[in-house]
């Protein structure tokens, strides 16, 4: 299930020409329900930052089973102070049509403070949630500031309607600090908290109160001028209408060199809490596989 609200520290790259390029991404998730999810696209971007986008989806679990596609157009744009990345389009699952998009919008204020606003609206991606049409509509804020060269955090707040008469309040936090620089390497601490004003809907996994804090460590680096390597890890404590469980979080990821004209991505994640929808922990295990690549002419 699609993640929102997740930010990090934001890295404005130097103004770059956009060449015409095609594009292609995977995606495929299990939980220890069995419930599993996998997504294609092929894209198309021109060299004004628009394109098009396309591909199947496929959902599945033990005696039940759904199918779609999804067309959407794109918009990227980056420069010194700005970063733009948008889509916008329709997907159709299991007879339902759903309209679908998101926008990530962040601005330099200063040398140390970026603003912005993330907008998602999509499908809820379970069971239910297909079976009954349910969607939402999500808007954060968004705000990184860097206290030192060492130490920033990253503050996201906002709110998600579901269609199903429910309303979530979200805040969420990252304090980031710096351990080693030619490693990449990050001590971090992330909170999230929200409630549903309409709680314990059949649709999706949804407490009247959760409350997480985890720490962890973060590192990205070059391999051998070859390519880049990128791994986290965190444990924490979660918090679900006064009880509590442990919950944990790793990944690792393989990518290009940024230089590199053709940009390509792997990576693997493993948690006991799904994103957005769920947050079940003790036995319930969630892993997701993403590979995209990006090839400009």
Known sequence: MKTYFLFAVVAFSGSLAQAQSVSGGFFASHDSDGFRESKQTLGYAGTSGWGLRAGPLRYTAPGWSASGSVLAGTYKSTNDNRTIDANLGAARVSDTSYLVGGLDYMQRLSASTSAGLSVERD????????????????????????????????????????????????????????????????????????????????EYFSPE???????????????????????????????????????????????????NAVQWFVGLEASNTA????????????TSATARVNIPF
């Open 123 to 202: 499908f809820v991606n379970s069971i239910r949630g297909i079976e009954n049409g349910t969607h939402f509509t999500a808007l954060a804020l968004v705000l990184d500031h860097a206290f030192s060269e060492r130490f920033n955090v990253g503050v996201a707040a906002g709110s998600a309607h579901f269609s199903n008469d429910n309303d979530r309040p979200i805040l969420r936090t990252r304090w980031n600090y710096s351990l080693d620089e030619r490693y990449g390497l990050n001590a971090y601490v992330k909170t999230r908290n929200y409630r549903n004003t309409n709680a314990y809907r059949a």
């Open 209 to 259: 109160r959760l409350s997480e804090i985890s720490l962890g460590l973060s590192a990205r680096f070059e391999v051998a001028q070859a390519f880049v390597l990128s791994a986290s890890v965190d444990t924490g404590q979660q918090r679900i209408d006064g009880g509590s469980e442990p919950i944990w979080q790793g990944s690792v990821g393989f990518a290009s060199r940024r230089r």
């Open 275 to 286: 994103p957005l929808f769920a947050g079940q922990t003790g036995g319930y295990r969630y």
